[in-house]
């Protein structure tokens, strides 16, 4: 009997049996799996549990697949109405349905239709035998993924073949026998309709974005077709793991993947977390990174804590860290500088303490990776991954902590969306090729990592060894956790270096040397002090700001004689002479007017409305000491300068006694200045003012004339 054509495609559409192999379910298989569920399809998986006996796939192999298929379908090879599809699960993703699949099948008119390939592989000396094809068609078989019907697959298989002999050279070899190939209806989708392998084809195709569903499709662009199976075959695994993140449903405008098998943390049962600190190199802010520690909400007694340096300059800071709180964690360990360990070693110690307290997971967090958010621990185990990595990067710079690609050395390449995963104006959970500075790694994982390799750095190497064994490395900026400070060029040398650090590290040093509530004062409604006259008083500095420069003034301890005589200024002449250190003398003179103009000057326009000096010009930036042996007080003066700012560097009624500053023509004193705060008045003519006599201890202000 004759039926229509529609009954007999939803006919045919049942009977597509769909076969893979995996010996074990690896993250490539899940991927697979996944695929085939998103658009319905059933498949059937063989060998998973089972030992892989097809010998090392770096090399030819892979004969065991085809013995484990030969006995499945063995029940169908009378059957010429059913179809088998084969495909590898490892690096395989399915981006349609089994209608479409079987529509391409049958215009192709092969009764078996392998995928093909632009190498011969695995004996290249075969590569003349092949037919001819034309333009960019891929000429050479793959055996990742065939489709045929049922009896002529059987037939395809009958000849024996050992596990680890090469699949595809017996495919390969069946094909370029004319009669079987014509026997047994073997075509090549030499134009990639219904299959495209990737190996050498990264020019063939790009990613597209459907228009109508939101979501990405892999074209091939040499002929227009948008293949429905995508094979990373050889080399390509990465290739296919970055458009994988947009292939099979992962992705519609927002991030699916990142919703699907998540974790539920029960809280009385949370898994047993290895906390590996790595510094590995001077890092800036240190005493913030270990606040980000700090703030993780995880309960500590969960917590294995390994701190490991090879950096001198952190060691006692780490020493007393860990003293302060090693009583909290389940254990708390260090090795330090003197322990000579290098980078290698170090990682190496925290995995194998991670597994010596049988922890679930190990959390390595490098010293330049600041935690702004407590909660990322939390929300990584519950991104339930074997490898998962919050993304962090450097403010306001496309540095981050992942690569989107790999360069044919295995080095950095930029992928097409890397730029805007940085930026997150692509939201969501990315399978890529390379992580650093902080990553959540599995227990199931730990055996896979290797930090040694001939020419990669201990990052490279363990990447590569994940890589490699087929763990995919995930990372997220789903939200933002923290973020990398900048290490380039950071000198220890100097005291206090984090102060330096201004230009490379504009954000952290903002956060740490500008006062808390700096900003609140550029709001218009909040009304600005004015202890005298045309005299303003704000909020400008931390503590930390004060006591680092302090610091910093005292190292340098080049404190002028007091005398008239000043061969640091132009004419070598004083008229009103402190003891002070100018910034110039302790190569700060260049930052310093960076902060005047990125703090000072708003605060500025605020108080003396319509005078507008962008940048403001300073010639004098200077630290000055009063205490009562040496200099306490100032007579009476102008400041040469348009406007005058004066910083109190310590507490006044703590750490001296005395001191203030009086304007003479308001008869206004103030006495009662506070560290961190600035005064900020006329320099000329109006505010003729002293220094008001320091009694006990010692008075530091930080003055700059500004706009002389
Ligand atoms: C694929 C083909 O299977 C090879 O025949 C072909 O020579 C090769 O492409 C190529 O074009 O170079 P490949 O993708 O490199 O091989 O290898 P894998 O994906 O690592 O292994 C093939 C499949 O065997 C896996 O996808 C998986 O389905 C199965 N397998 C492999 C296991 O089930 N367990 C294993 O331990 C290894």
Same mark, same amino acid.
């Given at each position: ?14 009977? +597509? ?47 065991? *697949? ?88 059987? $037939? ?44 050498? !084809? ?16 892999? @074209? ?91 950096? /001198? ?12 709180? !090693? ?20 990682? @190496?110690?925290?995995? =194998? ?35 998962? !990595? ?32 940085? *930026? ?20 199931? /994982? ?22 490699? $064994? ?16 900048? !290490? ?39 009304? +600005?002090?004015?202890?005298?006259? =045309? ?8 503590? /930390? ?29 004083? $008229? ?52 009562? =042996? ?79």
């Amino acid at each position: 009997a004759v039926t229509s054509q529609g009954d007999a495609e939803s006919n045919w559409n049942d009977k +597509i049996k769909v076969f893979t192999v995996a010996t074990e379910p690896t993250d490539g298989y899940t991927r697979y799996i996944r695929s085939a569920r998103v658009y319905d399809i059933e498949v059937t998986t063989l060998g998973l549990g089972e030992e892989w006996k097809g010998g090392d796939m770096q090399k030819p192999g892979g004969g065991f *697949k085809l013995n484990l298929l030969r006995e499945a379908i063995a029940p169908y090879k009378n059957e010429p109405e059913t179809i088998i599809l084969f495909t590898d699960s490892y690096d395989v993703i399915i981006t349609t349905t089994l209608d479409e699949i079987f529509e391409k099948f049958k215009e192709s008119g092969a009764k078996i239709l392998f995928s093909a390939e632009k190498y011969c592989w695995p004996d290249k000396s075969l590569a003349n035998d092949y037919p001819e094809v034309e333009g960019k068609a891929s000429r050479f078989l793959n055996s990742g993924a065939f489709i045929g019907y049922a009896p002529q697959v059987f $037939a395809l298989l009958v000849d024996p073949i050992e596990d680890t002999a090469d699949d595809q050279l017996y495919f390969t070899k069946i094909f370029l026998d004319e009669t079987k190939r014509a026997k047994l209806g073997l075509k090549l989708d030499v134009q990639s309709r219904l299959f495209q392998n990737l190996h050498g !084809a990264k020019n063939d195709v790009k990613l597209k974005v459907d228009l109508e569903s939101n979501q990405g499709v892999l @074209q091939n662009v040499d002929f227009m077709t948008t293949p429905s199976i995508i094979h990373g075959n050889g080399l390509s695994k990465v290739d296919l793991n970055a458009y994988g993140n947009y292939l099979a449903r992962t992705f519609n405008g927002v991030c699916l993947l990142c919703q699907e098998n998540l974790l539920d943390l029960e809280e009385t049962n949370l898994p047993v977390i290895s906390l590996a600190l790595m510094v590995t190199q001077p890092v800036p802010f240190f005493d913030q990174f270990l606040e980000g520690i700090e703030s993780l909400n995880y309960p500590k007694e969960k917590l294995h804590l390994l701190i490991y340096s090879n950096v /001198a300059f952190h060691d006692d800071d780490i020493k007393s860290f860990v003293n302060k709180h !090693a009583k909290e964690y389940a254990t708390a360990k260090f090795a330090l500088s003197t322990d000579e360990l290098d980078e290698r070693q170090g990682r @190496q110690l925290a995995l =194998d303490k991670a597994r010596l307290h049988q922890s679930d997971y190990i959390f390595f967090v490098d010293a330049d990776a600041h935690i702004d958010d407590g909660e990322v621990l939390r929300e990584l185990l519950r991104l339930n991954k074997q490898f998962v !990595a919050p993304i962090f990067s450097k403010h306001k710079e496309l540095w981050s902590n992942f690569w989107g690609a790999l360069s044919e050395g295995g080095y950095y390449a930029r992928s097409h969306d890397y730029v805007d995963i940085v *930026k997150r104006e692509l939201i969501g959970m990315f399978n890529v090729p390379h992580v650093t500075s902080i990553y959540l790694v599995k227990k199931t /994982a730990f055996d896979a990592i290797s930090f040694k390799h001939k020419e990669f750095d201990p990052d490279m190497a363990m990447c590569e060894s994940l890589r490699n $064994a087929g763990i995919f490395m995930y990372a997220s900026n789903l939200r933002i956790f923290g973020h990398l400070v900048n !290490a380039d060029d950071f000198n220890t040398t100097v005291t206090r270096p984090d102060f330096y650090t201004l230009f490379s590290n504009e954000i952290d040093w903002t956060e740490k040397y500008i006062h808390p509530n700096y900003s609140l004062q550029l709001n218009e409604s909040n009304k +600005i002090q004015q202890p005298c006259p =045309d005299v303003y008083w704000f909020q400008i500095v931390s503590d /930390a700001f004060c006591d680092d420069l302090v610091a910093i003034m005292e190292a340098h301890n080049g404190w002028s004689d007091g005398s008239n005589n000043d061969n640091r200024l132009e004419g070598g002449y004083e $008229a009103v002479p402190t003891r002070d250190i100018h910034m110039k003398q302790v190569g700060l003179e260049r930052l310093y007017l960076k902060f005047l103009q990125m703090f000072v000057r708003p605060l500025q326009e605020r108080a003396f409305t319509g005078y507008f000096h962008n940048p403001p010009r300073a010639l004098m930036n200077f630290m000055v000491r009063y205490r009562p =042996d040496e200099q306490p007080s100032l007579r009476p003066h102008h400041d040469s300068s348009t406007y005058t700012i004066n910083i109190a560097m310590n507490r006044a009624g703590i750490d001296y006694q005395g001191g203030g500053c009086r304007f003479i023509r308001y008869n206004c004193s103030v006495t009662d200045t506070k560290k961190g705060w600035m005064l900020m008045h006329p320099g000329r003519l109006t505010h003729y003012h002293e220094g008001l006599l320091v009694t006990n201890g010692t008075r530091y202000i930080m003055i700059s004339f500004i706009d002389p």
